[in-house]
């Protein structure tokens, strides 16, 4: 079998694109990953990316990589699928029709194409690599082996039943669907996966915030000597990648210190902290129904989000005063034309005899005017979207919301990030790649339900 340190420095394999100096701590750190004796020159190197004191005894199932941005974490991912998919041999354990995937999970569909162009080129830039590829398409390269290279988008949904050689997850830091990290569950769906083959769990990231598995991850078992075969590992970029110019990493540390020390110096950020604990959603949301019909006698408050473009939705949140609480009826969300939505929007405010609603200022003019072609009158929020979070946090601390059991709204609100401006002051937002649409819309109906003043929300224009 050929060792990962030949497959990276062989001519006739892969040492023309590894084999130089720029990948020299790549082979140090994959060659102990693996269980390879080190030189002296390598096994410093393994060292100052682990935090280790000692040399590696065998092989570590799991590696869990905090690597700078630019670090060449996709050229790597892409040869770890590639040499665990074509250089293994897993049919001794397989039954009958049943195939050893390697699987690459991106952060989304963008990320994995990059991933698959990366992989399949490496494939098929060698001859005797070639030669294996029975099928190919966008999503997978099959293998005469009985192996499948496949690449997904992060949800633990996509990676149940499958027998698995190795998980390769990129940029585990940045996943997130309906605006929260599904990291954990995803892991938690992958562990049983790769029991089967023995398979390789990787995890490769630039790092972000101080939660989330690789952080937990990070803290665990970073420079642990102990019998963990959980291997972690953090270097800044121009360690992995000593081509990227050092002017790229000091414009940026000019621009915004906190971000480019998490982007290149592999530092987890200590500005950037979660905004609310899910069991807190957990226990303001009622059971069921999803949505309560309206009720004689009972004003009712609306706020909207209209859409951003791209995968934003516009969204409407409806709710009511219920003594000093806030309940939210209804969160509904639209994607397609503004105009058509909002005369959707308009027959659903009808049923609940709302004749205003509210929204924030940065949809500009036309949400306004839209509305009141069909005679509802826009108000712009006084407050912003922190300001919003912050007033509806107050409430759900107190006990004074009761959500709709949606589990959109719940993952928004879970993946809301607080963080600490230059100035000091708070802001609240989803993060990097998430959305929180209806979760805005809710904390806007909260807020105008938190009032001491009351809205005359049933007034003519």
Same mark, same amino acid.
């Given at each position: 079998?050929?060792?990962?340190?030949?497959?990276?420095?062989?001519?006739?394999?892969?040492?023309?694109?590894?084999?130089?100096?720029?990948?020299?701590?790549?082979?140090?750190?994959?060659?102990?990953?693996?269980?390879?004796?080190?030189?002296?020159?390598?096994?410093?190197?393994?060292?100052?990316?682990?935090?280790?004191?000692?040399?590696?005894?065998?092989?570590?199932?799991?590696?869990?990589?905090?690597?700078?941005?630019?670090?060449?974490?996709?050229?790597?991912?892409?040869?770890?699928?590639?040499?665990?998919?074509?250089?293994?041999?897993?049919?001794?354990?397989?039954?009958?029709?049943?195939?050893?995937?390697?699987?690459?999970?991106?952060?989304?569909?963008?990320?994995?194409?990059?991933?698959?162009?990366?992989?399949?080129?490496?494939?098929?830039?060698?001859?005797?690599?070639?030669?294996?590829?029975?099928?190919?398409?966008?999503?997978?390269?099959?293998?005469?082996?009985?192996?499948?290279?496949?690449?997904?988008?992060?949800?633990?949904?996509?990676?149940?039943?499958?027998?698995?050689?190795?998980?390769?997850?990129?940029?585990?830091?940045?996943?997130?669907?309906?605006?929260?990290?599904?990291?954990?569950?995803?892991?938690?769906?992958?562990?049983?996966?790769?029991?089967?083959?023995?398979?390789?769990?990787?995890?490769?990231?630039?790092?972000?915030?101080?939660?989330?598995?690789?952080?937990?991850?990070?803290?665990?078992?970073?420079?642990?000597?102990?019998?963990?075969?959980?291997?972690?590992?953090?270097?800044?970029?121009?360690?992995?990648?000593?081509?990227?110019?050092?002017?790229?990493?000091?414009?940026?540390?000019?621009?915004?210190?906190?971000?480019?020390?998490?982007?290149?110096?592999?530092?987890?950020?200590?500005?950037?902290?979660?905004?609310?604990?899910?069991?807190?959603?957990?226990?303001?949301?009622?059971?069921?129904?999803?949505?309560?019909?309206?009720?004689?006698?009972?004003?009712?408050?609306?706020?909207?989000?209209?859409?951003?473009?791209?995968?934003?939705?516009?969204?409407?949140?409806?709710?009511?005063?219920?003594?000093?609480?806030?309940? &939210? +009826?209804?969160?509904? %969300?639209?994607?397609?034309?503004? /105009?058509?939505? @909002? =005369?959707?929007? $308009?027959?659903?405010? *009808?049923?609940?005899?709302?004749?205003?609603?509210?929204?924030?200022?940065?949809?500009?003019?036309?949400?306004?005017?839209?509305?009141?072609?069909?005679?509802?009158?826009?108000?712009?929020?006084?407050?912003?979207?922190?300001?919003?979070?912050?007033?509806?946090?107050?409430?759900?601390?107190?006990?004074?919301?009761?959500?709709?059991?949606?589990?959109?709204?719940?993952?928004?609100?879970?993946?809301?990030?607080?963080?600490?401006?230059?100035?000091?002051?708070?802001? &609240? +937002?989803?993060?990097? %790649?998430?959305?929180?649409?209806? /979760?805005?819309? @809710? =904390?806007?109906? $909260?807020?105008?339900? *938190?009032?001491?003043?009351?809205?005359?929300?049933?007034?003519?224009?």
């Amino acid at each position: 079998m050929i060792d990962i340190r030949q497959a990276m420095t062989d001519p006739a394999l892969f040492g023309p694109i590894f084999g130089g100096d720029t990948f020299t701590s790549w082979r140090a750190l994959l060659s102990g990953f693996t269980g390879l004796e080190l030189d002296a020159t390598e096994l410093d190197t393994f060292k100052a990316l682990t935090g280790r004191q000692s040399a590696p005894q065998g092989a570590f199932a799991e590696l869990w990589l905090a690597i700078g941005r630019r670090g060449g974490k996709s050229h790597a991912a892409a040869f770890l699928a590639v040499y665990l998919g074509c250089f293994f041999d897993y049919s001794d354990r397989l039954a009958p029709g049943e195939v050893a995937t390697v699987m690459v999970i991106a952060a989304d569909r963008k990320q994995a194409r990059a991933a698959m162009r990366y992989a399949s080129g490496l494939v098929n830039s060698n001859p005797m690599l070639r030669r294996m590829v029975q099928r190919e398409n966008s999503e997978q390269i099959e293998l005469t082996n009985r192996c499948v290279i496949e690449i997904t988008t992060a949800s633990h949904r996509s990676v149940r039943g499958y027998t698995l050689a190795a998980c390769i997850c990129d940029e585990i830091a940045f996943w997130t669907v309906d605006g929260a990290s599904p990291d954990k569950e995803i892991i938690a769906a992958i562990r049983p996966a790769l029991a089967t083959l023995g398979g390789k769990l990787i995890a490769l990231s630039s790092p972000y915030a101080k939660r989330g598995v690789l952080w937990n991850t990070f803290k665990r078992a970073y420079a642990d000597d102990g019998e963990s075969r959980v291997l972690v590992a953090r270097a800044p970029s121009r360690m992995m990648n000593p081509t990227l110019p050092q002017r790229v990493i000091d414009d940026a540390m000019r621009d915004d210190p906190e971000a480019a020390r998490a982007e290149y110096l592999a530092e987890f950020r200590s500005d950037i902290s979660s905004f609310v604990d899910p069991e807190l959603i957990a226990d303001c949301t009622r059971p069921k129904p999803r949505e309560l019909p309206r009720v004689a006698g009972v004003q009712y408050l609306a706020f909207v989000d209209p859409a951003g473009g791209g995968a934003d939705e516009f969204t409407l949140a409806i709710g009511h005063r219920e003594g000093d609480a806030a309940v &939210i +009826d209804l969160v509904q %969300g639209r994607k397609g034309s503004p /105009a058509g939505i @909002v =005369a959707e929007y $308009v027959d659903v405010l *009808s049923r609940y005899g709302i004749k205003r609603v509210m929204g924030d200022r940065y949809a500009g003019r036309w949400p306004g005017d839209e509305f009141r072609k069909h005679g509802i009158a826009y108000d712009v929020s006084e407050l912003d979207r922190s300001a919003l979070y912050l007033e509806t946090l107050a409430a759900l601390n107190s006990g004074r919301v009761e959500l709709p059991p949606c589990e959109i709204v719940a993952r928004q609100f879970a993946g809301l990030e607080r963080r600490t401006s230059r100035s000091g002051k708070d802001q &609240i +937002d989803h993060a990097p %790649g998430g959305h929180d649409d209806r /979760a805005n819309a @809710v =904390a806007g109906v $909260v807020a105008m339900a *938190s009032k001491k003043s009351g809205y005359d929300l049933t007034g003519a224009l």
